[in-house]
Structures are given as C-alpha cells and as structure tokens.
C-alpha cells in the first residue's frame, strides 16, 4: 500500500492514499537517485542562507549540515535504503535526514521548492558530467595525435563518395576526426558555461519571500551566474537539449570514423585489424572477428539521436513554468551521458591498439588517383584549369579504353591529347611527389600533418591545463 499524503513532500491538501500504480508511475528515484551527492551539497548550500537569513538556528544548521554528511556517507559505501515512499531522490534524502536528527529536518526545505531544487541538482550533476567527458575527449584526441605523428610516413587511398580519390597521408585521415573532436570540446566547455547557472532560489516559479542570499547560495555552489527570471529558470531545460544535441553531434562525427575503420578493417580492404580486445567473433563461422566495437559506436549515435529527439517534442508542447513532463529530462540526460562516456573510451581503445597494414594501404593506390595531378601538370604549362580538366579527363577515357593504367600511357599518346604533354609527364606518376605538393595549410604533404599534429599538441596543452 502507497504511504499517506503525510510522507509526501507535497501532501497536506490530499486525502487518503494515492494509487499504487500511480505511486510507481509518478516516482522518479529508480533513476534520479544517481543525483544523491549533488542534491545533498545542494541542501547543505541552502541551509547556510537559511541560517544567515534567520529561519535556522546556527545550532539547527549544524545538525542538518551533519545529518547530510551522515546521509552522504551512507550513499558512499552504498549503505542507503530507498524506502517505498521514497518518491525521488529530494524526498529520500529529506526522510533519511529526519529519521537521523528528527524535527530540524523540516526546516530543510523552508520556501525552496523541488522545481528550483531538482534543476539545481541536475546543473551541479552534468557540469561534474561535463568536466568528465572533456577528460574522456582529450584523451582520445592525444591517442590519435599521437598515432598520426607516428605512423605519418604511410600512404593510402583518400575516398570521396566511396570512389578512389586522391592519395593522402594515413595521419592526415586521423588528423581529420581528431579536429573534429576538438570542435566538440570546445563545444562542450561553451555549454558548461550556460549549466553553470544557479537556479536555487527561486522557488516553485515566483521566486522566494524569505530573505535568502542567493549570492551565497551561488558561491557555496561555484556557480558562475545566478539566473534572472524565477519562470525561466524552474520551466527551461535549455542545457538538457544543448547537452542532448552535443552528445548527437559528438557522435556523428563517432560514427564516421567507425565506418570508416570498419571498412578498413573488412578482408576486401585490409587496411587496418582491430585488436582481439575489441573483437568479438561467431557463435556459428570459427573465422569470423567480428568489428563489434566499431558498429556499437555507430548504433549509440542513433540511440542519442532518439533522446534528443525524443526529449524535444516533449518540451515543444508544454505551457510556460515547471510541468510533470519535465521529468523526462532526466533519463535522457543520464542515458546520453552514460552512451558518450562509454563511447569515447572505447574509441581510445580502438584507436591505441588497432595495427595498420602499410603494404597494402600503399599497394591500394592506382595511377587513376593521379589524374587531378595530370591537370595540375598542364596548368603549371599555362593551360587554364577547366581545359586542363578536360585534357585529364581525355587521357583517362583513353587508358580505360585501352583498359591499360594512366600511367602506361605513352608520352606519344598524350601528346595526341595536348601538345604540352612532353617527357617530362613521367614525374607525375610518383605517389609520394603527389602527396607532397599539398604543402599549403591544412594539406596533406608530411610538413602541413607535421604542422597539424604540432597545432592540436598545444590545443592539447592549454585544454589540460
């Protein structure tokens, strides 16, 4: 049987028991229990302003401060007891504090509301949660900095929509994902500015009567800001979606690299073999290693994607101030950070022990990759560019006409094509000259990665600071 209005935080004007299944339905502690730590600071902050505001004792605050730290041990050594009536994790916490030091406990909640206290409490939770996926991100990003300053010698195939391309450098692909993930730190450092905002203070939605020092409030709590209006702050969810959307984003650009190296990793391509670590094989075809690190990568972008979605059409419905929806904020927000922080780590994983295959990453490129450089040769004769292009593309139609290489072209045959092809051509089927050419910032000859990997080495240096 579900306790009596009196064990509710909000009973008094209730009559008789609520429902069971409602009971089930309504509590939120299975999940928002994980928030235990940031909900006791919070009370702990909020009964020192109740106390410089006159409305505890100091003797009161003491025994309260030292009922939290009893109630924060207990959660510590995992020796908590959520009982029936623990509707979330506000209640549980205030009720455990009751039981250990009896009548100031109800003081505790005096003019705070669990519409500023929950959303205090999920502030202080993801900007902790914030600062351990930036530690998760950096570490994958100096792993693949890393890699690509020591594997920079190796040549391979660059692809666009799927089709041989241009050669590059291995270490300029890595490089490529690596820069990605520095935009998604640093994207996450901007969104942890805007969680850091104290909520606590304002109520259910009007702000508070009483005399507290919310400056105090947002010192205790190291708060950068304290918000401005009492409405917005208890009813927005702003910095759940920004965190919801980061996580999207972050694994998008995940995703891309596992396809990537699950492409790579495939007997037809066998670029790279992933470590036993982060294989697993068949329960039916002895031969098989199975790539499943790389594609539960790629299957969590899609699960974030469902959260931030998910989450957002609740919001879009909702009237103005705190409604019962926003309780889905927080599955979303624990799921999403519990799928990137597992994400991110076994990237790191991968991407420190995975072992390339030089020979047959070199053996993969083809004179057809050298066409653009073929054009390059006519423009530095003077040929503008789209001609050039054209020429190129005359000289590609005829080897494959001939169903011979690009590079098995004669001198003869392509003077048929321009006059400005002269013996000289030869130089352009070099695959390491190709690469070099792309000294420009951002290229892949061996002094822009170079120049690359010593940029994301200092981005790397002031970010662990």
């Not at 994207?187 to 507290?212: H, M, W, Y």
């Not at 650009?253 to 470590?275: N, P, Q, V």
Request: net charge negative.
């Amino acid at each position: 049987m579900a306790n009596t209005e009196g064990s509710k935080l909000w009973g008094g004007r209730f009559v008789g028991d609520t429902d069971p299944i409602m009971e089930k339905f309504n509590a939120s502690i299975a999940y928002d229990q994980r928030m235990w730590d940031a909900d006791i600071r919070g009370s702990k902050a909020y009964v020192k302003a109740l106390e410089k505001a006159k409305l505890v004792t100091t003797d009161e605050m003491s025994q309260i401060l030292h009922g939290m730290d009893q109630v924060s041990e207990e959660w510590s050594k995992g020796a908590f007891v959520i009982k029936p009536g623990d509707e979330d994790i506000h209640t549980a916490n205030e009720r455990r504090l009751k039981e250990l030091i009896g009548a100031p406990a109800g003081k505790l909640h005096t003019g705070r509301s669990r519409n500023d206290q929950v959303v205090t409490d999920m502030r202080l939770w993801l900007r902790d949660a914030i600062s351990t996926l930036t530690d998760n991100g950096l570490q994958l990003i100096h792993t693949m900095v890393e890699r690509a300053a020591a594997e920079i010698d190796v040549l391979f195939p660059g692809y666009t929509h799927m089709q041989r391309a241009q050669p590059i450098r291995w270490s300029h692909w890595i490089l490529s994902h690596a820069v990605a993930l520095t935009r998604d730190v640093d994207r996450l450092q901007e969104i942890k500015k805007r969680v850091n905002v104290l909520p606590l203070g304002s109520g259910a939605i009007a702000g508070t009567p009483l005399d507290i020092d919310r400056e105090l409030l947002r010192k205790e709590l190291a708060f950068d800001d304290i918000s401005l209006n009492s409405l917005d702050a208890t009813g927005q969810r702003d910095f759940v979606v920004e965190f919801l959307f980061w996580a999207s984003l972050c694994l998008t650009h995940l995703s891309k690299m596992a396809e990537d190296l699950m492409l790579y990793s495939t007997k037809e391509f066998s670029f790279i073999t992933l470590s036993d670590a982060y294989s697993t094989g068949s329960s039916l075809m002895p031969q098989k290693k199975n790539a499943d690190s790389l594609e539960l990568i790629r299957s969590k972008a899609g699960r974030v994607f469902g959260r931030c979605a998910g989450f957002m059409m609740t919001l879009k419905g909702l009237p103005s101030t705190y409604n019962k929806d926003l309780q889905e904020d927080k599955e979303a927000m624990f799921d999403c950070y519990d799928t990137v922080h597992a994400v991110l780590q076994v990237t790191t994983g991968v991407m420190s022990t995975l072992k390339i295959s030089q020979s047959v990453m070199e053996a993969a490129l083809s004179p057809d990759m050298l066409a653009t450089d073929l054009a390059y040769y006519l423009v530095k004769k003077g040929m503008p560019f789209r001609e050039a292009h054209g020429m190129s593309g005359k000289a590609v139609f005829v080897a494959e006409s001939r169903n011979i290489a690009l590079n098995q072209l004669t001198v003869e045959d392509l003077a048929t094509i321009s006059p400005l092809f002269e013996s000289d051509v030869s130089s352009v089927w070099d695959y390491r000259s190709s690469v070099e050419q792309y000294s420009a910032p951002g290229g892949t000859a061996k002094s822009s990665v170079a120049a690359q990997v010593e940029h994301l080495r200092n981005w790397l240096k002031k970010h662990e600071q």
